[in-house]
């Protein structure tokens, strides 16, 4: 009987000693609800990163003691676990011409909840992304999904790409080694046929048809002759966005500007060191954006920091005019004719799943400005940083 109390008494404190068991990424089936993959005691970032996938929501942790693979200690990488969003399906990234980073720290359910509910989100995943610098660390991860699953398919689109569509599991996986990135993702509810991503480029499964599957990405689009309120900006010939100038004008200018109505105000956190990165202003019905680089001793003192970048990613939701006679819908020729030569840093004209993207880049003193021409090279957007 003595035997039997005192186990039940140390009993509590064995529970208590007991670590929880880490959670094996190569074995989720990526359909888990988030709170059972996530832990608030990690620094837990959800929103946006446009460079990493547009059209989905992120929930990123770094250096979190959580996670493995196959076995393989993970408390060194990052880790995203991509959510399922009807309202970031748009067009918004097409021609955004640069990174959109809108991440916010998130301590506890709650919070989880009301960020997942401003998104229209899902409250499940259906994906994971590992990054992963060390070269021997890709190459132990490679092994371990060759060991599992074969060899892989080869990327067409890069030098070391590989891809699986393991569909007895529901699973594409794709392991991008030249842009430290392994990407599994839940297929049941994406395309059979088509597949796109930065790190990837689009890969053809059989049958893809990608001006369909890029229509389904942008299904939530707003169109360009329904929107309301248009801002009215004046670019002058130094490309000063209605007297707010680049790289001078500070937080306090923009606020003062009749141009800060309808924008809200972001905070792009370090998730490593907690400190301010930039500040964002966003009006994304218009998809209009003001960056603003915070000073480091004092980011609140919005006299001190200065924009650094502005964003104009479709020409059509604004009424824009330029001082040097630039309209928006001209031509990339008629443009170039119209730019002073020696300004012009560089052209590019994409192909491909790249043709909506095409650019003129012009030095201007110390910031770079990039006009924006759609599929048809007609000037679509711009932004200057």
Known sequence: MKIHLFLLAILPFMICCTKPEKIDLSELKLDEPLVRVIHFNDSLFVGVETVEYPFCLFAEVEKSQEYTFEGIDLSKQKIMFQINSEKLKTDSISRFGGAHIDLKLVKNENELVGTLRNFDAEDKIYGVRIAIEDPSLKLDILKKIELKYGKGTK??????GLYWNVKKENKYIFFA??????????????????????????????????????????????????????????????????????????????????????????????????????IVYQDEYHDFYFYFA???????????????????????????????????????????????????????????????????????????????FDENLLFSGMFVK
């Open 155 to 160: 990327n067409p689109n890069t030098d070391n």
């Open 177 to 278: 080694p030249d842009y430290d990135r392994l990407i599994i993702l839940n297929s049941t509810n994406l395309s059979k046929t088509c597949y796109w991503d930065i790190f990837n480029g689009l890969l053809d499964f059989g049958g893809c048809d990608n001006e369909k599957y890029m229509k389904e990405l942008v299904k939530n689009s707003t169109k360009p002759e329904d929107v309301r309120n248009k801002p009215v900006v004046k670019i002058d010939k130094n490309w000063n966005l209605n007297n707010l100038v680049t790289g001078k004008s500070t937080e306090d200018d923009f606020l003062k500007s009749p141009t800060s109505k309808n924008f809200e105000r972001i905070e792009e956190i370090n998730g490593s060191s907690g400190e301010i990165n930039q």
């Open 294 to 372: 915070a000073n480091p001793k004092s980011p609140e003192s919005k006299k001190t920091n200065s924009i650094k970048c502005y964003s104009l990613n479709d020409l059509k939701k604004v009424e824009i005019s330029f001082e040097n006679g630039l309209t928006a819908g001209m031509k990339f020729e008629d443009a170039i004719k119209l730019l002073d030569k020696k300004t012009i840093a560089k052209t590019i004209k994409n192909e491909g799943e790249l043709s909506f993207a095409n650019y003129i880049i012009i030095k201007n003193g110390l910031y770079e400005v990039s006009l924006v």
